[in-house]
């Protein structure tokens, strides 16, 4: 059993920050990589940023250099660091677990809701 837990979603203006965490526990040998996916109403789940065990960062071209995705090995806490947040951020942002251990499996939050007011 695996249980990633969400933390730091709220309301924040325009160009402001937020910082996510992800917090990820039970059978969790074998991490590979974690990250963040968003989902907007009436839109697909995409990709926001991910980093693997070895520390390898990746982002959508929509979110670079405004957020900053870190992980702490030995808390298996994932971050996002959100910065200058736009009207288009807005969205349900989900933790991602992803581990290579007898094959590969992938875990997902609860989701943690992002608004953005202009």
């Known amino acids: 059993q695996v249980q990633l837990v969400e933390r730091g979603g709220g309301l924040v203006q325009a160009g402001g920050s937020l910082r996510l965490s992800c917090a990820a526990s039970?059978?969790?040998?074998?991490?590979?990589?974690m990250g963040w996916y968003r989902q907007a109403p009436g839109k697909q789940r995409e990709l926001v940023a991910t980093?693997?065990?070895?520390?390898?960062?990746n982002y959508a071209d929509s979110v670079k250099g405004r957020f900053t995705i870190s992980r702490d090995n030995a808390k298996n806490t994932v971050y996002l660091q959100m910065n200058s947040l736009k009207p288009e951020d807005p969205a349900v942002y989900y933790c991602?677990?992803?581990?290579?251990?007898?094959?590969?499996?992938?875990?997902w939050g609860q989701g943690t809701q992002v608004t953005v007011s202009s």
């Open positions: 991602n677990l992803l581990i290579s251990w007898l094959g590969e499996y992938t875990y």
């Open positions: 039970g059978r969790i040998s074998g991490i590979k990589r």
């Open positions: 980093v693997t065990s070895g520390g390898s960062t």
